[in-house]
């Protein structure tokens, strides 16, 4: 049996989901539209300078392409942070480096996390896009075993095209986003 890509799923699912939600042409049915990757590194540029490259060199490990250092929109007094400060890494995946990441993050990155049972369905938002919090970036294989020291954590958005809730999440289950069983048993 061939092992289909997300691209070739996405072109399957059209199929699948047609009955389910009343398509009647392919442009209806959800595609992806981009993966951003966001990492938070906080005031910790304050202690050490080299930081935020570090982490900046590890993501593009990770997805492939060159991140981008965000700024703090607004100064907090509270937390030391002045305008413009950089606060935040961000990379944003489109074509074929999205669908490669997407590939790897479900193939080989989710399964590789410690008691790991499944994403849970709410994390699919009302416009049906998938945001995914991991909380150690060494689940993914590009990262060696001298990278433990500073483990952070990062935030993954999967950006699509779907109009509803119930869309997005019949979307990312076709597409092999593993979610958690729902339970019926219990009871409320």
Known sequence: MKHLTVKEKEIQIFEKMKTAFHYKNAMAAPKMQKIVVNVG???AIKKDKNKNEAISMRLAKITGQKPATRGAKQSVASFK???GDPIGIMVTLRGNRMYAFLEKLINVALPRTK?????????VDNIGNLTIGIKEHTIFPETADEDVRDVFGLSITLVCKAKTKKEGKAFFELLGVPFKK???????
């Open 182 to 188: 729902e339970d019926n048993t219990k009871k409320k």
């Open 41 to 43: 590194t906080g005031t």
């Open 115 to 123: 008691d790991f049972r499944g994403i849970t369905p709410s994390s």
């Open 81 to 83: 942070t002045r305008k």
